[in-house]
């Protein structure tokens, strides 16, 4: 797992936008959407096989050609940048809800609100990220989902906590919102007003970042096997898979490989440009 | 004390409390997951040691008896403790051979690993972000940029296996897979530092930058100084304030992200360890593998926070990040 | 401003890093390259018992069997020259080799291998424990058994690993074993659990020095991996490669593929106790919908290799004229339909509104497993069968056997694991069922046939009661064959008079050549 935070914090502001480098990403970051939304409605079921065809090379009507089992490579590549895609965000969503709210009630509170959840936080950095996504996938057997978004949830929020807590602190100890305090407008208002407005650019760098992070950690896991069942189409796995084909079919490992390093690199330059904007 | 002294002894003592809360929580916890996974762990264990076209009933049965693992749980986590304590870790519940011996084997096997690829990462990064700084937006400041986000988008196994195909099969230069000697760490090596090396490259860039615009720095100039020594003295080392913290957050994934280089290049280390000990249920050796991994994680924070405290003495709020 | 780059430095230091390295080793690899025969495999060494990881060293030829197996599988001398029984079967005799000698300079002595077989029959793991012994006494120059039932395969017993003889030097106090001190013509010089093996020649072995004088083992687990070390000449001697892998071998220099039909069948466990699979219908329908030939051809890229009854043609004792088992999914579906199923929702057949659904467990130990089971899955989804596919631990397999939980699991079950077959097949038909065998299934004529071949007899009877073993699980399909196996191995053209031992008891190195 790599730290959000850090990388997030690390960054001087230079003060060059780069809206170019935005709006591609943006628009990358569509097509790819459309591709995992549309694809798996279109294209052929990614596990039917057509074993007499194994590593049938590209054609007009298979363009990325058939993978070792004589499965289209293109469909399973479109239901597998869906699994990425909406696994991710889902993660990112749950860490960045579950930091942002432990966060905000820690600097709110402060006091053993705060020890408590410091402590755990604590703990958990603490914890190798790579012990509780191998211990959640095996709980859970069968292949279902759910361990690896909890097990990559449950390794990111701790990265939102912190930042949301050391970010709330400044804020909720500003002028601005002790006199919101001294005219007793109430918390939503001061959540509303202050602290989110303050916290969101912050937020969507993590975010993109979580994605990023998310995205690899997956493909890696898919790598080594955990948490992933045939016939499930993961980019990490379908990378893997057509290693031992490299030379023979390279269409089969070069699709993935670019759908990843796509993915990655949008979500980055996003990030980019959110920071310097 | 000196308040320099208190200062080091205050994060040794704040480290130490941290260690042994994790240490507490890391082994507990895996205990109780351990116990609450699926599928009867005699049975897995047997498989461990046997191999699977040996198990049988039988077998099971007899491993359940010799291990006791039809006693209640918490007299088998109690009794873990108990030998921890007396800095007993056990034997392996799979090969038999005592957990500290295994454990020390693939530490070191890692700790060689992330140590050369820390290296590396830093070599590499340190020296893009200084020549990066130079002149911030020009050529090589751009290059570097490119870099910093090619290396962050590409997972570590994917570099590993292209490095493979390159080196290994086709130029036939390095061994592909292999632990011990030289040649074979080469390769996972140089899977792990590139990857590294962006971030650095970048904490780098961005804290020389800052640091040369400093007055003090602008001060040097003037004193007519060799351009040279002013990078040395004063932008190394301020810069080395801000990257070390983060050189500790590297080798922290860096532990962590062995696991991936350890399956494809045959090395043996924690991650390993972990994912063996996962799929055996051998539970002693997961506890004890845990155990270091998270110690590990506080060692060295605590060595990132003595080192940041000794390069840069100034009083500070200690809390704030790591 | 200008000034010297710290880069080109950098680039330097790393440069000169890895030259350094790679010099060093590149160095080493030269003089180990010369007389080290390198061999790359996919298992782990874990542990130095015999009973545990006992394998690789017999089969580095480090430790030994009282017997032991040829080339054909037959019994051969191993530690004992010859054997006999008494006239009813209950008391075994084995005379010792003479002159053998422990690699650490002691001598063989009939106590010795009473002490290494009682702990090997003391592991219920082992086959051993299921011989009914009840003594063994070491006598003069022989070891004796004395059984409490008659037992004909116990010299079959005695060629499996864990039944190795060690030293008792090898042994610590509670047992455990802390060096490998076996009698081959190999001894252990470095041993680096759980990877790598480095063994030289003995000087205490008592016969013939061998060709090859000095061999490396190293685990390796990723086949790709393999596959690369054999085709870059990083190993003389690589096993267990995935078809991917075979074919880069075969189209590189240097290099070749050795293989030999193993005595092992890839095949399907059924639950024939199941609510689904207790009806012989549905079990020929699930036989008839795959397509093994194709299979066979995409998954192993053997076309032979598609399983046309229960065990290989190698086994020529066990493989009668039988109707071979083919594709015919017209049949299979009248057959799904005679049995109650019906068109339901989504393509997935349906009985009494619950689909035809089935759970198939499988491990990925051996990579064309998981491969296989999704092949069978897109198979079984053609006639209207949803099949889960659930690659997990093996051990899950006898743990759902005991619990009654599994459906079906698809298992590569070697059928000579000591030399004779009739002890795996006896156990794999075993009434009260078997965890590598049948579940909930029994016939009596199998249970006879089996028995009478335990109790000897003549060889005409004999044959007959295996057609008839054979032949009854052909017809009621308590295990669904689905392919059959080959081991092979790439071999580096350095050496030569490589061959493969398909119950892969030896590897047979002493019978290696350097090529000149």
């Known amino acids: 797992m790599t730290t959000p935070l850090l990388e997030a914090t690390a960054t001087i502001p230079t003060g060059r ?53 004589g499965r289209s490579v293109l469909a399973r590549l479109a239901h597998a940048t869906r699994l990425s895609l909406a696994l991710s965000a889902l993660c990112v969503a749950t860490a960045l809800l579950l930091g942002t709210v432990a966060g905000i009630l820690s600097a709110w509170f402060g006091g053993w609100i705060d020890a408590v959840l410091r402590a755990v936080s604590e703990a958990f950095v603490a914890v190798p990220a790579l012990l509780v996504v191998l211990l959640v996938s095996a709980l859970a057997s069968g292949g279902s989902l759910w361990a690896l978004y909890l097990g990559l949830a449950l390794a990111q929020w701790v990265e939102y906590f912190r930042v949301v807590r050391a970010r709330s602190g400044l804020v909720l100890g500003s002028p601005a919102v002790e006199a ?6 109430g918390p939503a208002h001061v959540v509303r007003r202050h602290l989110w407005p303050d916290l969101r650019p912050l937020l969507g760098t993590l975010a993109a970042l979580g994605m990023v992070t998310s995205i690899l950690a997956m493909s890696t896991l898919g790598f080594v096997k955990v948490g992933l069942q045939p016939p499930r189409a993961e980019l990490g796995l379908m990378i893997t898979e057509s290693f031992p084909f490299y030379d023979v079919a390279p269409w089969m490992s070069l699709a993935p490989i670019a759908v990843l390093f796509l993915l990655t690199v949008c979500f980055l330059a996003l990030r980019d440009s959110k920071e310097r904007s | 004390m000196t308040p320099r002294g208190a200062a080091y002894a205050g994060v040794l003592a704040r480290r130490a409390a941290q260690g042994v809360g994790v240490a507490g929580l890391v082994s507990v916890l895996c205990f109780l997951i351990v116990h609450r996974l699926p599928g009867d762990a005699a049975y897995r264990i047997a498989a461990g040691r046997y191999g699977y076209d040996l198990v049988d009933e039988e077998a099971a049965a007899s491993v359940r008896a010799e291990l006791g693992l039809d006693r209640p749980a918490w007299q ?35 700790l060689q690993l992330a140590a050369v690829a820390l290296v590396l990462a830093f070599v590499l990064g340190a020296g893009m972000g200084v020549a990066a700084a130079r002149r911030p937006g020009g050529l090589v400041d751009r290059l570097a940029t490119g870099w910093v986000a090619s290396v962050r988008a590409v997972p570590p196994f994917l570099l590993g296996l292209m490095l493979v195909v390159v080196f290994s099969a086709q130029l036939g230069l390095l061994p592909a897979v292999g632990h011990g000697d030289a040649a074979s760490l080469v390769l996972p090596a140089l899977t792990l530092g590139p990857g590294l090396s962006g971030l650095v490259a970048r904490i780098t860039r961005d804290a020389v930058v800052e640091v040369r615009a400093s007055e003090y720095v602008q001060f040097a100039h003037t004193k007519g100084l060799a351009e040279r020594w002013v990078v040395l003295r004063h932008v190394v080392r301020n810069a080395a304030v801000v990257l070390v913290p983060y050189l500790g957050v590297q080798a922290v994934i860096l532990i962590e992200g062995v696991v991936v280089v350890e399956s494809l290049f045959a090395w043996q280390g924690l991650g390993h360890a972990l994912v063996h000990a996962v799929f055996w249920r051998d539970v002693p050796v997961l506890q004890a593998t845990a155990l270091v991994l998270a110690l590990l994680i506080v060692v060295v924070n605590t060595a990132v926070d003595v080192l940041v405290l000794w390069l840069d003495p100034r009083p500070r709020r200690l809390e704030a990040t790591r | 401003m200008r000034s010297p780059l710290p880069l080109p430095t950098a680039v330097a230091v790393v440069a000169a890093l890895l030259t350094l390295s790679a010099c060093g080793s590149g160095s080493r690899d030269g003089a180990a390259a010369e007389d080290t025969l390198r061999i790359a495999g996919p298992f782990e060494v874990h542990s130095l018992e015999p009973a545990a990881d006992g394998e690789v060293f017999t089969r580095l030829q480090v430790s030994e069997t009282l017997v032991t197996s040829d080339i054909e599988g037959e019994l051969a001398p191993g530690l004992a020259t010859e054997w006999s029984s008494s006239a009813d079967g209950t008391e075994w005799s084995f005379e010792l080799v003479e002159d053998a000698t422990f690699h650490d300079g002691s001598a063989l002595t009939p106590d010795a291998v009473v002490e290494a077989v009682e702990r090997a029959a003391a592991v219920e793991a082992s086959p051993l424990a299921e011989v009914p012994i009840e003594q063994i006494e070491a006598d003069g120059s022989s070891v004796t058994f004395r059984l409490s039932r008659p037992d004909l395969t116990l010299p079959a017993v005695l060629t499996h690993y864990s039944t190795a003889v060690l030293a008792p030097a090898a042994y610590d106090a509670d ?3 802390t060096e490998v001190i076996g009698t081959g013509p190999y001894e252990v010089t470095e041993l680096e659990l759980p990877a790598s093996i480095s063994t030289t020649a003995s000087p205490e072995w008592r016969g013939e020095q061998p060709a090859v004088a000095k061999v490396s083992f190293q685990a390796v687990g990723r086949p790709e991996s393999r596959a690369l070390m054999a085709v870059s000449d990083q190993a003389d001697v690589v096993f267990g490669l995935e078809p991917a892998g075979r074919e880069q071998v075969e189209g590189a220099d240097g290099v070749r593929m050795e293989s030999s039909l193993q005595p092992r069948t890839i095949l399907m466990k059924v639950n024939a106790d199941h609510p689904i699979l207790g009806d012989e219908r549905v079990r020929r329908a699930l036989s008839l919908a795959l397509d093994r030939e194709s299979m066979a051809d995409a998954v192993l890229r053997e076309e032979e290799l598609a399983a046309t009854q229960l065990l290989p043609p190698s086994l020529t004792a066990w493989h009668p004229d039988l109707e071979p088992l083919t594709q015919d999914q017209d049949t299979a579906r009248d057959l799904l339909r005679e049995a109650g199923w019906s068109e339901g929702s989504g393509g997935v057949l349906e009985r009494d509104g619950k689909p035809l659904a089935l759970t198939l467990i499988t491990y990925p130990d051996r990579p064309e497993l998981p491969a296989l089971a999704t092949a ?11 099949l889960e596919v659930e690659v997990t631990n093996s051990s899950e397999i006898p743990a759902g056997q005991a619990d009654g939980t599994l459906e079906l699991a698809l298992i590569a079950k070697h059928f000579a694991l000591v030399s004779d077959p009739l002890v795996d097949i006896a156990a794999v038909f075993a009434p009260e069922g078997n965890d590598w065998g049948v579940m909930n299934w029994h016939d009596d004529r ?61 590897w047979r190195l002493t019978d290696l050549q350097w090529a000149s």
Not at chain 1, 26 to 54: K, T
Not at chain 1, 180 to 185: C, I, K, Q, R, S
């Open chain 3, 376 to 386: 069978i899955q897109a198979a079984l989804a053609q006639v209207g069968v949803r």
């Open chain 1, 180 to 185: 919101a305090g001294l005219l007793e407008l």
């Open chain 2, 76 to 110: 088998q986590l109690g009794d873990w403790v108990l030998d921890l304590v007396q800095l007993d870790l056990g034997r392996s519940l799979v090969t038999s051979r005592p957990v500290a011996e295994e454990v020390g084997y693939y530490l070191v096997g890692t």
């Open chain 1, 17 to 69: 936008r780069r809206p170019l480098a935005r709006r591609a990403a943006l628009l990358g970051l569509s097509l790819l959407a459309a591709f995992a939304i549309v694809g798996p409605l279109l294209l052929a079921d990614p596990s039917a096989q057509d074993l007499s065809r194994f590593l049938e090379a590209p054609s007009a009507s298979e363009p990325l050609g058939r993978d070792d089992y």
């Open chain 3, 175 to 177: 047992g455990h074993v």
């Open chain 3, 446 to 506: 199998v249970t006879r046939a089996i028995d009478a071949l335990l109790a000897g007899g003549s060889e005409s009877a004999a044959a007959k009661n295996r057609e008839t073993i054979v032949r009854t699980a052909h017809e009621e399909l308590p295990l669904i064959p689905v392919a059959w196996y080959r081991m092979n191995a790439a071999v580096s053209d350095r050496v030569e008079g490589f061959v493969m031992d398909p119950l892969e008891t030896t």
